[in-house]
């Protein structure tokens, strides 16, 4: 995720690019709506938005009676070492929360969970067990849960199963553009010219020509498109789509695939190997490449089946020429062995 050094301004977000950096932001901002606050009239009313924006999507409760000045952060805290008990019954530090606000309305007292993610993911069920652990221990609030997201990520079921309100970066852009010509404040203004470039070039996908995208413009077409594919017509299929990094040998790339979790079986006398078959999208040295993938669920530990017998049965007939041609696909230089094998290619060349 390095970015072009050649290219970079005179700004602290450009090289403090860490979720540390951005924790530190969150808690400077959110300092601006305690009550002993420096006088900031711009930067405190910016903080109070925000604050009420992670109330109200947060909360099913009815808030139409207060708005956001009505908002109070009382405390903040960061790195909130969360325990767990061991086998033995002793604490053992589980994890830490990035940012805890201590906020208050003339009505209400919450505690507002930040998890704060850049090009990271949530892992575990890391988000359920902060917000179990803190209701255990703050009875008398009400605890909301915030996923504070700046960069790219494709799956949310598990914020949304854990309660958390995605907050992502066109939001986060879009209010603090109501106040960047308000204000001076290098701090603010650093951090919202980093990130509203960071969103421009992930849009840029819509006007640069293909060869010229890098991984910001893949993954802001992988982001653009994921909706699409989950809420069209391929839906009612069962269809859904993923995009991450994909390691392998050579470096690794981003990719998008397509599955509808749909398993084949395929037997020889008593074994069987089950299977799945999907596309993948990548982007490599200049091209556009949909691959046809055959991956394998489950296999027999020991036996004489293995992933060649399913895979030689896919792609080849009964001469052993490649068959996939008649379906557009070519025939990869090299057929693999593992458990997730491209068994055919269709490319498009971008230059």
């Known amino acids: 995720m390095d970015n072009n050094l050649s290219n970079m301004k005179n700004n602290l977000f450009y090289w403090a690019t860490g979720e540390l ?3 530190a932001f969150i808690c400077w901002l959110m300092s601006y709506a305690t009550k002993d606050s420096k006088e900031d009239a711009v930067i405190k009313a910016c903080a109070q938005e ?7 999507k947060s909360s099913s ?7 956001p000045s009505d908002i109070v952060v009382d405390k903040i805290e960061r790195q909130v070492t969360v325990n767990e008990e061991d086998e033995e019954k002793k604490q053992k530090k589980r994890g830490a929360i990035d940012v805890l606000l201590t906020v208050s309305t003339p009505k209400d007292k919450y505690k507002i969970i930040i998890e704060d993610k850049t090009y990271t993911s949530e ?10 652990a803190i209701t255990d221990e703050f009875q008398e609030y009400t605890v909301l849960g915030v996923y504070y997201k700046t960069g790219f990520q494709s799956d949310y079921e598990a914020v949304k199963e854990a309660g958390y309100c995605r907050i992502g970066r066109a939001e986060i852009v879009e209010c603090l553009k109501k106040y960047e010509d308000k204000t001076i404040n290098v701090i603010f ?9 960071l969103h421009k070039k992930a849009e840029q996908f819509e006007s640069l020509p293909l060869q010229e995208w ?35 040998q050579a470096g690794g790339f981003y990719g998008m695939w397509l599955d509808n979790k749909c398993n084949y079986f395929y037997s020889e006398g008593d074994e069987q190997i089950k299977y799945e078959i999907y596309l993948m999208m990548q982007f490599i040295n200049q091209k556009l490449e949909i ?14 089946l293995t992933p060649s017998n399913i ?11 490649y068959k996939l041609d008649k379906y557009s696909y070519q025939k990869p230089a090299r057929l693999g062995y593992g458990k997730n094998i491209t068994i055919g290619i269709f490319t498009f060349n971008l230059l």
Do not use: T
């Open 61 to 67: 409760e009815d808030k139409s009676n207060i708005g």
């Open 214 to 248: 890098d991984w910001q413009q893949i993954l802001g077409f992988f982001s653009f498109v994921q909706p699409q594919i989950d809420q069209g017509s391929l839906r009612k299929y069962g269809f859904k789509a993923n995009f991450d990094y994909v390691h392998n």
């Open 21 to 23: 950096s951005q924790d």
């Open 311 to 321: 895979k030689n049965r896919l792609v080849y007939d009964e001469k052993w020429k």
């Open 189 to 197: 203004n650093d951090y919202y010219e980093y990130l509203k470039d």
């Open 50 to 56: 925000f604050l009420w924006m992670f109330v109200k």
């Open 291 to 304: 691959c046809l993938k055959l991956g394998i669920k489950e296999m027999p530990e020991k036996g004489k």
């Open 123 to 132: 892992h575990d069920d890391q988000l359920q067990f902060y917000k179990k």
